[in-house]
């Protein structure tokens, strides 16, 4: 994740949440790489939707970056789902 992409990612997520929004599924489909401050990042929108009374859930996620959530143990703290229908589902919305 480059910077300019963090940047954007935090203020689309900041706007949402003045909507009243708390879940946020994100489609990581088109995420080849994730480094720390990616990592970063996802753990803001989780705090941010978490302490709102929501969650953040993530899907479509590669092999490569689930690696990354894997080593980092974040595994245990995100939930990780393999497709956006399934993400709704289990968070039983809309």
């Known amino acids: 994740m480059e910077k300019n992409q963090a940047n954007e990612l ?3 997520i900041a706007h949402d949440m003045t909507k009243n929004s708390k879940l946020f ?4 489909k088109d995420m080849e790489y994730l480094n720390s401050s990616g990592l970063t990042v996802f ?3 989780l705090t941010k939707s978490r302490k709102a009374g929501g969650d ?3 899907c ?3 092999d490569k970056v689930r690696n990354v959530f ?3 143990r974040l595994t245990e703290v995100f939930t990780i789902i393999d497709d ?4 709704i589902a289990e968070k039983n919305i809309f």
């Open 25 to 28: 599924i994100l489609d990581m």
């Open 84 to 87: 956006e229908e399934s993400a």
């Open 43 to 45: 753990l803001n929108i």
């Open 10 to 12: 935090m203020e689309e």
């Open 70 to 72: 894997a080593i980092t």
């Open 56 to 58: 953040t859930v993530l």
């Open 60 to 62: 479509h996620v590669s």
